[in-house]
Structures are given as structure tokens and as C-alpha cells.
């Protein structure tokens, strides 16, 4: 019985073994031998049944509503013990890029960046063939979706690692990057609360580009802000928010802007599968308090408007999009307009400055999953050529590629990037470049 309990033999052997120990044996002894092995059995039988039920009842059975389970957004799972759906998005997106023309100027030179072209008599004007191999664009996403009794509430994370270094001789060593925050905002029934694109903008007609910046004459801000948005049916909608203000103007700094009343920014948007039509309109106040070079203290309006649509050809093959943007002090809500809202006068006032600028774009879908998107793109900045030499007084861009996207999770781009920049003086620079792109999403 020992054997039994602590060695636990499998009930083969057990025979095997019994009948070794006990043979040859006479008929009678062979009899009882018989006997006791049948006892044996029923024994061992009892043991391993109550060896399995023991095993049963020490096994944890997870409750249905702790386990995992499908979330209620596609893409989601529950948190176990919650009703509370998270995703975890994003993609790694890694670039190689060749400056057919001078080399650009900006931070490691991982966008375009025609709004600041070296001007031509820039001593680095004339370097030519830069490689870089970039993947500072990659991105992460979390966003939980949990239903309360005042509606479903949406919260989205998302950062990039395109924040700038502050230390060059990492870069040079480890290629040093800076994560970096893009959106964190929470929606809660018709309400947003958080950092995310501005009201203002459409995304939408954005056409899909390998270079991250551009067209010119665009909207690209994300910012903090409160925003309400009416749904009137399914195709319709009307939002309004404020917005965190940060005043622009020639040479603004931390020391000397006013940022007393936050920005108010509203859009109406009409939408079908065919074609959509978006009105903006952004208002604010800007203002400067400085003494030296010159005693200033002035506050004021600005505003700015932009219409910007979409339509798909009868083929479903060709799309046309178009951005229409404009207005008085206008500055960082127009591409590249940032610093240049107003200028200072001689007596220390402030003097709004009228920008525009616009772009379209044109798709074509060669098959589901080749495309092409050519994009022309402007900005128009009026300053006071006297007092802004060096600030950008014209802008022009265009894109031209071939986007393969082979499997929802893959996506492969080549596209030529033209751009140029005259300033108020006169001067010029442009930029000319080839770049390639990989895209793998999660």
C-alpha cells in the first residue's frame, strides 16, 4: 500500500510486479493470489479516483466576466473585471531620403521643410546628394472605450519620437530622439477635453504623401483644447471649441507675447460617400508687453477663414481635393505662418498682416493597391519688407508619388518632393529631393 501512495505506479506495472513477488505459486496459493490482486485493483481504482477529484478541486476556474473577452470597438479586447475596451495601435515607419537639391535646413532634415530652404547665398547652398535614413516617425497608440451613463467615453493616446535632442554628439553615436507627445485627449458624448487637432483644420483632404510636412497653404496644428460638436444627422456636424492660444508675431517671444484669452475656432461639415464641404472660422487676440527695443503694449483681433472639400469621380478611380485658407493676422493657422501674425510698428503698436495660400490634390488609383497622388501647394505672407528681410513672403510646393499598399499592415511609398521659398527681399532657395518610405502598421 506504500507503493501504492507514495510511488503512485501506473496499475500495469503494479501488476506485473505483485505477480513476480508472488509467483510460482501452488492452485490454492494461486487462487488467493487472485483474490488480493482483485482487492488490489479496487484499492487502486479508489486511489486515483480520489486523486482526480483532489486535482479538480484545486484548479481555479476563471470567472466569465474577469477572462478576456472581444472589445466592443473592433480591434479591442476587455480589460479583465471591467467594461472597459483597450486598444494598442501604431506603426514604424523608417525613410530614406536623397536631396537632389541643396540640403534642407531643419533638425535632422527628416521633412522637407521648404519654409525654411537655405536662401542662395547661404554658404551651404550650393551641398548637394545628402542620404538619410530616418525612423523618427514611428508611433504609438492607446485608446480605451468604456461606456458610462453619460455615453461612451473615447480616450486616445498618441506620441511619435520626433522630439528634438538636445545633445549632438548622441545623435551623431545613437541617432538620439525625444519622445513626443501628439494627441492625449478624452471624448465624452458631444464633448473632446485635451490635446489634439485643431478644430479649424480638415484632415481629411490631406493627400497621402511620403514627405510628413506640406502642401503649403495647409493648417497643421495640435493644441489643447474644449470642443463641442452637434451632429445634425449622419452627414452633417457642427463643432466649436477653444483653443490654447500662443501669440505670433515678428519676433514674439516667451518675454514679450500676451496670451490673455484663449482662440476660438468652429467648423460646419457636410459629408457623403461622394463628396464632402467644410467652412472654418478661427478668431483670437493677440498682444505684446515689452520695453526694450522699444516701449510696446498693444492687444489685437485677428481671424481667419478656410473652405476645404473632396470629390470622388463617378469611377471611383480619381479624387480631387482643395484647401482654400486666408485671413487678417492669420499667422501660425496658415502653413508656415507662424511668427508672422503681426509686425511692430515704430510707435510700438501692433499691425496685423494678411496671409493666404491653398492647395490641391489629385488621386488616381491605378488598382486597389497602387495609387498615385500629385499635390500643388501655396502661401502668400504680406509683411513690411523694411522690418521682416528675412521673413518668407512666398511659398510654392508640390508632390509627385507612387503608394503601394500591398496589405492593410504594409504600405511602401516613392515620392519627388519640389519646393520654393522667396523671402521679403528678394531672396530665394528651393528644395528638390527623392524620397522612399516603408510602413509597418500593429
Known amino acids: 500500500m506504500d507503493i501504492i501512495k507514495h510511488f503512485k505506479l501506473p496499475r500495469i506495472l503494479l501488476i506485473v510486479f505483485l505477480s513476480g513477488l508472488y509467483m510460482p505459486a501452488s492452485g490454492d496459493e494461486l487462487s488467493d493470489l487472485k483474490q488480493q490482486l482483485k482487492t488490489l485493483m479496487a484499492k487502486v481504482e ?20 474577469d477572462a478576456v473577452m472581444v472589445g466592443q470597438v473592433p480591434g479591442t479586447w476587455k480589460i479583465p473585471g471591467t467594461e472597459t475596451s483597450l486598444g494598442i495601435s501604431g506603426f514604424v515607419r523608417a525613410h530614406m531620403i536623397y ?38 516617425d514611428a508611433r504609438f497608440n492607446i485608446e480605451t472605450y468604456t461606456p458610462t451613463n453619460l455615453g461612451l467615453m473615447h480616450i486616445f493616446m498618441q506620441t511619435d519620437f520626433k522630439g528634438d535632442p538636445d545633445n549632438k554628439a548622441s545623435r551623431a553615436t545613437t541617432n538620439r530622439t525625444a519622445a513626443n507627445v501628439r494627441h492625449a485627449y478624452a471624448e465624452l458624448g458631444n464633448w473632446l477635453f485635451g490635446m489634439t487637432y ?8 490631406f493627400g497621402d504623401k511620403v514627405d510628413p510636412t506640406g502642401p503649403q497653404g495647409r493648417t497643421m496644428i495640435r493644441q489643447g483644447q474644449l470642443r463641442y460638436t452637434h451632429h445634425f444627422d449622419d452627414n452633417r456636424e457642427f463643432a466649436i471649441a477653444i483653443e490654447n492660444p500662443h501669440t505670433d508675431f515678428v519676433d514674439a517671444d ?12 468652429m467648423h460646419y461639415r457636410y459629408e457623403t460617400g461622394q463628396r464632402m464641404h467644410q467652412f472654418s472660422a478661427m478668431a483670437r487676440r493677440i498682444g505684446i508687453k515689452q520695453e526694450l527695443p522699444v516701449p510696446a503694449y498693444d492687444s489685437v483681433m485677428s481671424w481667419g477663414l478656410n473652405t476645404s472639400g473632396y470629390y470622388w469621380f463617378p469611377n471611383g ?5 482643395w484647401y482654400l485658407n486666408f485671413g487678417d493676422g492669420i499667422g501660425r493657422y496658415l502653413e508656415a505662418g507662424r511668427d508672422q501674425g503681426a509686425s511692430i510698428t515704430e510707435d510700438g503698436k501692433l499691425d496685423t498682416q494678411f496671409g493666404y495660400g491653398g492647395f490641391v490634390t489629385f488621386k488616381h488609383l491605378w488598382t486597389d493597391t497602387l495609387s498615385s497622388n500629385v499635390d500643388f501647394g501655396f502661401g502668400l505672407y504680406d509683411l513690411n519688407p523694411e522690418e521682416t528681410a528675412d521673413a518668407n513672403k512666398r511659398l510654392l510646393s508640390s508632390h509627385v508619388n507612387l503608394i503601394w499598399v500591398p496589405h492593410d499592415q504594409l504600405e511602401f511609398g516613392l515620392e519627388y518632393v519640389w519646393g520654393k521659398r522667396e523671402v521679403h527681399d528678394g531672396r530665394k532657395g528651393y528644395v528638390s529631393r527623392l524620397m522612399m518610405n516603408s510602413i509597418f502598421n500593429f
Do not use: F
Open 46 to 65: 479508489a486511489l486515483e479516483e480520489k486523486r482526480g477529484t483532489k486535482q479538480t478541486e484545486k484548479t481555479e476556474i476563471i470567472p466569465v466576466e
Open 99 to 136: 536631396d537632389i537639391g541643396p540640403r534642407p535646413s531643419s533638425a535632422g532634415g527628416d521633412v522637407a521643410s521648404i519654409h525654411r530652404a537655405l536662401l542662395e547665398d547661404d554658404p551651404e547652398y550650393d551641398i548637394r546628394g545628402d542620404v538619410r535614413l530616418a525612423g523618427r
Open 198 to 205: 485643431s478644430t479649424y483644420l480638415d484632415r481629411t483632404v
Open 254 to 265: 516667451d518675454e514679450n507675447s500676451v496670451d490673455a484669452y484663449p482662440d476660438l475656432a
Open 317 to 321: 478611380r480619381n479624387r480631387l481635393t
